[in-house]
């Protein structure tokens, strides 16, 4: 049984920052490429940050040189580094392998003063 459990998410103020984690199991996840992804309240869920098996990253532009999105195969966890935060990054985060239809339960993360 695939879970994915994400965790770190709160209240921050805008400059802040934030460490996602998603802690895998039920997958042989250091075959997997791993991404985050983010849900706006009235807006589709956007890919934003992304990681191979090998460790080569992609990022949205809206994130990059923000956000770093790292990895630990033997822990089976990904996580996402979040600095200088904005009102805009306020969302619900979802870690996913790639490619799958699993998806966890997401975090909460709100940046507002």
């Known amino acids: 049984q695939v879970q994915l459990v994400e965790s770190g998410g709160g209240l921050v103020q805008p400059g802040g920052s934030l460490r996602l984690s998603c802690a895998a199991s039920g997958i042989i996840f250091s075959s997997y490429a791993m991404g985050w992804y983010r849900q706006a309240p009235g807006k589709q869920r956007e890919l934003v940050a992304h990681?191979?098996?090998?460790?080569?990253?992609n990022y949205a532009d809206s994130v990059k040189g923000r956000f770093t999105i790292s990895r630990d195969n033997a822990k089976k966890m990904v996580y996402l580094q979040m600095n200088s935060l904005k009102p805009e990054d306020t969302a619900v985060y979802y870690c996913?392998?790639?490619?799958?239809?699993?998806w966890g339960q997401g975090t909460q993360v709100t940046v507002s003063s």
């Open positions: 996913k392998p790639r490619p799958s239809g699993f």
């Open positions: 990681i191979t098996s090998a460790g080569s990253t």
